[in-house]
């Protein structure tokens, strides 16, 4: 257990409509990533937060929106969904350090189908 | 900012063979270099990493070499077995008090028996 913990695990849903995706980072850490698998494809990462501040966006679409709250969980909002979108997203996090960095610890995903 | 590339991006061995994946990065700053082994539907899991004051690691059937002149690390497994089989993703990170990890887009190890 990597202490990143991501619900609903599956979720299925229609093309439209919106889905929340939340992530509670390991404790103590302030950095949560997501990302995008898509079937037999590498991790395309969307957006980063640190403490409640976006820190860095890659390949997210601006249907897709996230924040990070006080408490340090995170939220992807995924909305207007297509059947592309069906993936597996994934968190992770990371420890706060004072100097050199450490590993992204993952959750275990949400799989997101849209039919 | 950081691009990171992976090749090949599907390499298949016969098993007790060595395989072989490397990566490049683009940003010099970076100085953390973890690799990440995904089995399948399972979520990436850290293996090894090296940081940019070691030019190579090792931890038992695997090694991690890394040359910063060049910008590039590479993921060495010796006597593979078919439990190797999985997508290994490289990373690479910069310094500071959070990370900024982007990775490679991932290599399908196959280890056939």
């Known amino acids: 257990d990597s202490g990143v913990t991501q619900t609903p695990k599956h979720l299925i849903t229609a093309t439209g409509q919106r889905v929340t995706l939340r992530c509670s980072p390991r404790?103590?850490?302030?950095?949560v990533y997501w990302y995008q698998q898509s079937l037999d494809q590498g991790l395309q990462f969307l957006i980063q937060?640190?403490?409640?501040?976006?820190?860095a966006k890659g390949n997210i679409l601006e249907r897709f929106s996230a924040q990070q709250f006080p408490d340090l969980h995170s939220e992807l909002n995924l909305s207007s969904l297509e059947l592309g979108d069906s993936a597996l997203y994934f968190c992770a996090s990371s420890p706060r350090q004072g100097a050199g960095n450490t590993e992204a610890f993952f959750g275990q995903g949400t799989r997101l189908t849209v039919v | 900012g950081e691009n990171v590339e992976q090749h090949p991006s599907t390499l298949s061995v016969q098993e007790g063979d060595s395989a072989v994946i490397k990566c490049t990065y683009s940003?010099?700053?970076?100085?953390?270099f973890p690799w990440y082994k995904q089995e399948l539907g399972k979520r990436p899991q850290l293996i090894i990493d090296?940081?940019?004051?070691?030019g190579e690691k090792k931890d038992q059937r695997i090694a991690v070499t890394l040359n910063k002149t060049a910008k590039h690390f590479s993921l060495h497994i010796t006597e593979t077995q078919p439990e190797d089989s999985a997508v290994y993703f490289c990373?690479?990170?910069?310094?500071?008090?959070?990370?900024?990890?982007?990775f490679g887009a991932g290599t399908r190890l196959t280890v056939k028996p």
């Open positions: 990373a690479a990170s910069t310094r500071g008090d959070n990370n900024d990890m982007r």
């Open positions: 090296i940081r940019s004051n070691v």
């Open positions: 940003d010099s700053a970076s100085n953390y």
């Open positions: 404790s103590g850490d302030l950095s």
């Open positions: 937060y640190y403490n409640g501040e976006e820190r």
